[in-house]
């Protein structure tokens, strides 16, 4: 079973930071990291979930109307590069990562090539899963340059598969974790990655034990989880 840092460790550290991810690199037999990118209003690739700043920084507003620059200052918002040059290393020795575009609500013109560019210069092309819930976005991609490694993003599996079969011609789906209920034999040809609305950093909840044996009886290749470091060794 593949097990993946969701936002890198953010159950136990701030989502989509360098901390996180430092923390989630770490570990010995993690498949690889979770991520999810927009763009700046300097046109920075920058790793934050929300479209808006307010619910993880002391900054208000959309991600697109403030300079890196402000970040950089203000906040523990990483760019992409920074992300990057952090993971390199470890990815070098087989980490993989998932670079998931946030371009559903605000398109954000051109980050595929943008992200596609900056992949292709740390030499790292085939350690990264693309996705997107944006199923324009991830055939963008796919067409651009057929050897990229993408998966069709949904809750349902259904819609995934529909996606990964008829438009984007992916290579894997990532639906929510209570949205697979198909038999094993009809996921056999392509990856399942699963995800979880799990509580994330600071720890205000218990947190959910996931089965990893069932889930994997079920057809699941992977899953996404907020603390990875509470499985691996374990399974
Ligand atoms: O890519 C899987 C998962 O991260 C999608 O949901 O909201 O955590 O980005 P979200
Ligand atoms: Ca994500």
Redesign the pocket.
């Known amino acids: 079973m593949e097990i993946w840092a ?2 890198g460790c953010s159950f136990r550290h701030p989502e989509n930071t360098l901390e996180s991810f430092e923390a989630a690199a770490k570990l010995e037999g993690l498949t690889g990291i ?1 991520l ?1 990118v927009q763009l700046a209003k300097d046109g920075e690739i920058v790793v934050i ?1 929300d479209e808006k700043l307010d619910r993880t920084t002391t900054m208000v507003g959309y991600v697109k109307d403030w300079a890196f620059t402000d970040y950089e200052k203000y906040t523990k918002i990483p760019s992409l590069e920074q992300v990057l040059t952090l993971l390199k290393p470890y990815m070098d020795k087989g980490l993989m990562l ?1 670079i ?1 575009l ?1 371009n559903s609500e605000i398109r954000y013109e051109g980050m595929e090539q943008k992200v596609m560019d900056m992949v292709h210069r740390f030499g790292i092309a085939d350690k990264v899963i693309y ?1 997107s ?1 944006n199923s324009d976005s991830t055939k963008l991609i796919k067409e651009t340059d057929p050897s990229t490694n993408v998966a069709c ?1 949904a809750n349902d599996i259904l819609d995934c598969m529909n996606d990964c079969n008829f438009k984007v011609h992916g290579d894997a789906v ?1 639906p929510f974790i209570r949205m697979v209920n198909l038999p094993k034999f009809a996921l056999e040809d392509i990856k399942v990655r699963v ?1 979880t ?1 799990d509580p994330l950093y600071p720890r205000e909840y218990f947190m959910i034990h996931h089965d990893l044996r069932k889930l994997e009886s079920k057809g699941i290749d992977g899953i ?1 989880l907020n603390n990875p470091e509470d499985y691996l060794g374990k399974f």
């Open positions: 969701h936002r979770e999810d979930h998932n998931e946030k996705s819930f993003l990532h995800w609305k996404f």
